[in-house]
């Protein structure tokens, strides 16, 4: 959605002006799947990025975070890494990470958590590791400000939820 609606376009023109050669993977639905991060993981062998920035609401900050952790350790055990909390070796020896909300909601920007599902067994990874915590978070007021006034609602409830979470917590 957010590449075919134009949103990636003013990053893309900011590196293109820059002399900064880049891709982008776009192919993140929500609910991302292991094999949609395989996807993207892939593509990120292919070109070797020393930076990482994923631009999305939660659905995509969580597939670039798993891409992140297999373009960097290509070794990854999922299953290993959802029984353990702190168990992913050093992040950021070949990328940069950052992470650029869309909406408000997820705080994944900032948390050191990211949730894959495997489509062929239908397991939910939850990951957890300070490891994942994005090495940069750009938070553009713009980027909610043109959203539908749907997903900025539904957006809104989540922060609360999470808010209310963390109290009773």
């Known amino acids: 959605f957010l590449y075919k609606n134009g949103y990636v376009a003013p990053i893309e023109q900011k590196l293109d002006e820059l002399g ?10 929500p609910d ?26 939660g659905s995509a900050m969580d597939a670039a975070k798993i891409m992140w952790v297999m373009y960097e350790h290509p070794e990854a055990d999922f299953e290993d890494m959802a029984m353990d909390f702190m168990d992913i070796p050093k992040m950021g ?8 909300p869309t909406s408000s909601g997820t705080g994944s920007e900032v948390t050191p958590f990211a949730i894959i599902t495997d489509a062929e067994t239908g397991v939910k990874w939850p990951i957890a590791d ?33 808010a209310i979470e ?4």
């Open 93 to 100: 020896e070949k990328a940069y990470f950052v992470a650029i």
């Open 166 to 169: 963390a109290y009773v917590s």
């Open 130 to 162: 300070y490891e994942l915590l994005p090495n940069m978070a750009i938070v553009d007021v713009d980027n909610m400000m043109t959203q539908p006034k749907g997903l900025t609602s539904a957006s809104g409830i989540d922060v609360m939820t999470h």
């Open 32 to 57: 991302p799947t292991l094999q949609c991060a395989e996807k993207g993981v892939d593509q990120m062998r292919a070109f070797e990025p020393d930076t990482i920035i994923a631009l999305g609401g």
């Open 20 to 29: 900064i050669q880049h891709t982008c993977f776009f192919e993140v639905a």
